[in-house]
């Protein structure tokens, strides 16, 4: 009889068990936390409900507080199942004693229970409350119970929970906790609107102090440990939870909105020195202009600052924006990788002499920043100066379609002006628009011997795709050429002021003015900078030698000495007869037409190229020429496939693999050829 009446019991605890599971959802309402490396918060938000509520377990918090916790709150919390038989007595009689509620008999379980489910205090819920702890207790371990209340407990305002609290009330984590700390921590949520040390720290001294006295008894605490905690003063002060790397931040939760704890690869001292190299860079700056930093750490492309804006509740500058995300115009800071691959493409070579002068592309006559020109002088130096005509020389060459597919490739977005089908010869010139976080992206890449892959912001970002952009040789020979760039005034090559390698510098400045650059590179890092207004609006006088550079610089001289390996110099040797000097193909110099011999550019003999997908279908390619009279026509085994009247370029996608002669046609029936191998 007493087995059947047991098991009936047991069977009906387990169906109301399974009828009405405890209601969790306040655990899973928890603060967004994005964290450094090193898992320090960078940024936190509130929950759905506007309150800081952030995960803890028992290994979050010192021991001392637990114990003091259990010593004043439940003794009896690792026997008990929920209820404390011998607690409730003991209310009972001083309750009775005093004629009115002088004690009370909640365990923490029983607590745990009210958090998750609140109600009015009343017998009724009391009841339930004790049947929901019974349930808890039958759920869940002991240490998990302590999670829940360590997540949950209230301080004051919206502060939830021993990690929030310990933030904001102690500026610690609560694993640092001290006596005087933990005791305020645990007397706190007895009735935390009246006992807010920010609001009444003469209460919540008392409070704590009431703690301290009633565990000296159990705790391992010595008299003189008790004394000295209670002489020292509350906080009186609510302090801000982190706020740094806020549009990163935003970007990772939107990115991921169910994750309670979003773990990036930033460096949280170098985050914090590049914000304030960033405020105080604006206060130099016109009152609507901002600027926007990006640092890399080249060996696994780990972000390790991210700056949007000097700061981002400053309307004034548009700070709410995330400008290593905008589009804008690069200037010339597009160049290098022109020049890279006509290194490739055996159109060029660093010591190949190329004239800077007035020269007509069409009806487009592009002109340098000063207005003047050099004349003849080497790639090298066309490239360390960021002449304008020998860079359009060169995609001319390379073909802007090839150029434009290439950084499509790589994991880069051009964005052309509206109404623009192709891009064209001014992409070399800022014609097409980029983000500061794929320039940055790109100029990573020389470092890694010319393979772009995508940057990494959380620890946990496996987007291992790659794509080399360039070979190593010319990456190298880009790295080296930007190497002996000429740091802006007053600034001195970071090499010669504490060993370092050589920055590998490149400046750049949009049309009008309107957007300054600046990008760094050495052997381990890689460094962006963005300077101008959000809106778009001019800043005359502002361009990227004098206004991004030094803070680039600025930038390097806080991050470790990089004794990684430079590119070198360039070395001083002939190029080749055929690359001795580029010649001008079918553009106007100084008035006369001139028209080169037709020359397959791309591909070239004997090449093999990787341009088979995953599923086995080929992906398109740019294939370019010189020379020549338009129209071009262009085959494939001998079938024609195309006819540019005006391009030099045309996009082609294999069918599959193994050998296929390319052969391009002008109108005077010359013809170039090369066979390749498609894999």
Do not use: C, H, I
């Given at each position: 009889?007493?087995?059947?009446?047991?098991?009936?019991?047991?069977?009906?605890?387990?169906?109301?068990?399974?009828?009405?599971?405890?209601?969790?959802?306040?655990?899973?309402?928890?603060?967004?936390?994005?964290?450094?490396?090193?898992?320090?918060?960078?940024?936190?938000?509130?929950?759905?409900?506007?309150?800081?509520?952030?995960p803890a377990t028992v290994e979050d918090v010192s021991p001392l507080f637990v114990e003091l916790l259990l010593a004043y709150e439940d003794r009896r919390f690792e026997s008990h199942a929920g209820v404390d038989p011998l607690a409730v007595l003991r209310a009972a009689a001083q309750n009775l004693g005093a004629g009115r509620v002088v004690s009370g008999a909640s365990t923490i379980t029983m607590q745990v229970a009210r958090l998750l489910e609140p109600r009015p205090r009343t017998l009724s819920a009391k009841l339930i409350e004790a049947a929901r702890a019974a349930q808890l207790e039958w759920r869940f371990s002991k240490r998990e119970i302590l999670g829940m209340y360590l997540t949950l407990a209230p301080y004051g305002g919206n502060i939830e929970g021993i990690r929030a609290a310990s933030l904001m009330l102690l500026g610690k984590s609560p694993v640092e906790l001290d006596a005087a700390e933990a005791a305020l921590l645990v007397s706190l949520p007895q009735s935390p609107s009246r006992l807010r040390p920010d609001r009444y720290p003469e209460r919540a001294q008392a409070a704590r102090d009431k703690v301290l006295d009633r565990v000296a008894e159990v705790s391992a605490l010595s008299p003189k440990a008790v004394a000295e905690a209670k002489s020292l003063p509350v906080p009186s002060a609510r302090l801000s939870l982190p706020a740094s790397a806020p549009h990163l931040a935003d970007r990772l939760r939107s990115a991921d909105p169910g994750r309670a704890e979003i773990a990036t690869t930033i460096d949280g001292t170098l985050q914090q020195a590049v914000e304030a190299l960033g405020r105080r860079a604006a206060e130099t700056l016109n009152p609507q202009a901002g600027l926007a930093v990006l640092v890399v750490d080249n060996r696994d492309r780990s972000v390790l600052a991210y700056l949007g804006s000097p700061n981002a509740l400053d309307e004034t500058r548009q700070g709410p924006i995330d400008m290593v995300r905008a589009v804008r115009s690069p200037g010339s800071a597009l160049k290098p990788f022109i020049y890279g691959l006509g290194f490739d493409d055996g159109i060029i070579h660093p010591l190949t002499q190329i004239a800077d002068v007035s020269t007509r592309f069409g009806d487009w006559a592009?002109?340098?920043?000063?207005?003047?020109?050099?004349?003849?002088?080497?790639?090298?130096?066309?490239?360390q100066r960021s002449l304008n005509v020998p860079a359009v020389l060169v995609l001319d060459r390379v073909g802007p379609l090839r150029f434009a597919d290439a950084l499509r490739r790589a994991g880069t977005r051009l964005v052309l002006p509206h109404g623009t089908a192709l891009p064209g010869l001014p992409v070399a010139l800022g014609g097409a628009s980029i983000s500061l976080w794929d320039m940055t992206a790109l100029y990573s890449g020389l470092a890694r011997d010319g393979v772009v892959a995508p940057l990494r912001m959380t620890r946990d970002d496996d987007d291992r795709a790659e794509y080399r952009l360039l070979s190593a040789t010319a990456a190298q020979q880009v790295r080296a050429i930007l190497e002996g760039s000429p740091p802006p005034p007053g600034v001195v090559q970071a090499q010669e002021l504490r060993g370092?390698?050589?920055?590998?510098?490149?400046?750049?400045?949009?049309?009008?003015?309107?957007?300054?650059?600046?990008?760094?590179?050495?052997?381990?890092?890689?460094?962006?900078?963005?300077?101008g207004r959000p809106d778009g609006t001019p800043s005359p006088d502002h361009y990227g030698r004098n206004t991004a550079a030094p803070l680039l610089f600025e930038v390097f001289d806080r991050l470790p000495a990089d004794r990684g390996r430079p590119a070198g110099p360039v070395r001083n040797e002939s190029p080749p007869e055929l690359l001795r000097r580029l010649r001008p193909g079918d553009v106007e110099i100084a008035g006369p037409r001139q028209t080169d011999r037709l020359r397959l550019t791309f591909p070239v003999s004997d090449m093999v190229l990787e341009a088979l997908g995953p599923d086995g279908k080929g992906e398109p390619m740019t294939l370019t020429a010189t020379g020549g009279r338009r129209p071009l026509s262009w085959l494939i085994d001998g079938r024609r496939i195309a006819q540019s009247p005006i391009a030099r370029e045309v996009v082609w996608r294999p069918d599959g693999p193994g050998p296929v002669r390319v052969t391009v046609l002008d109108a005077d029936g010359r013809s170039d050829s090369a066979t390749v191998e498609i894999r």
């Open positions: 009889m007493a087995a059947a009446v047991v098991a009936t019991l047991l069977g009906t605890a387990l169906l109301l068990d399974r009828l009405f599971p405890p209601p969790l959802d306040r655990l899973a309402d928890l603060s967004v936390t994005v964290t450094d490396r090193k898992g320090q918060p960078l940024r936190v938000f509130t929950n759905a409900v506007g309150a800081w509520r952030l592009p002109r340098n920043f000063d207005r003047s020109f050099t004349g003849d002088l080497t790639v090298m130096e066309a490239l370092s390698g050589p920055v590998a510098l490149k400046t750049g400045t949009s049309y009008g003015f309107r957007d300054a650059w600046a990008f760094g590179v050495t052997g381990r890092y890689t460094v962006g900078v963005w300077v």
